[in-house]
Nanobody
Framework: QVQLVESGGGLVQPGGSLTLSCAVS????????MAWYRQVPGKERELVAT???????TYADSVKSRFTISRDNAKNTVYLQMNRLKPEDAAVYYC????????WGKGNQVTVSS
């Protein structure tokens, strides 16, 4: 059974930084593209960033140049470094392998407020 445990969220002021972590177990982590998503109540879940098994990355336009996705295959962990945070970045953030049939984790709340 695949387990996804997101951590590192919290409250940060606008312009601040946070790093999210996602520990993954139950799959061969290194071969899968990993993704970070976010969701605000009442809105659809949004794809934020992806990182392939080889380290190629993609980003939503709204976070380009501010967020960085990375992975540590030795630790089965994917990260999301978030800089210059804006109030509109506030959401519950989820990580997930890009493959079918895997349930979402609990997510991690990020609040951006002064």
């Amino acid at each position: 059974q695949v387990q996804l445990v997101e951590s590192g969220g919290g409250l940060v002021q606008p312009g601040g930084s946070l790093t999210l972590s996602c520990a993954v177990s139950g799959i061969i982590f290194s071969i899968w593209t990993m993704a970070w998503y976010r969701q605000v109540p009442g809105k659809e879940r949004e794809l934020v960033a992806t990182i392939s098994s080889r380290g190629a990355t993609t980003y939503a336009d709204s976070v380009k140049s501010r967020f960085t996705i990375s992975r540590d295959n030795a630790k089965n962990t994917v990260y999301l470094q978030m800089n210059r945070l804006k109030p509109e970045d506030a959401a519950v953030y989820y990580c997930k392998p890009v493959r079918k049939g895997i349930a979402w984790g609990k997510g991690n709340q990020v609040t951006v407020s002064s």
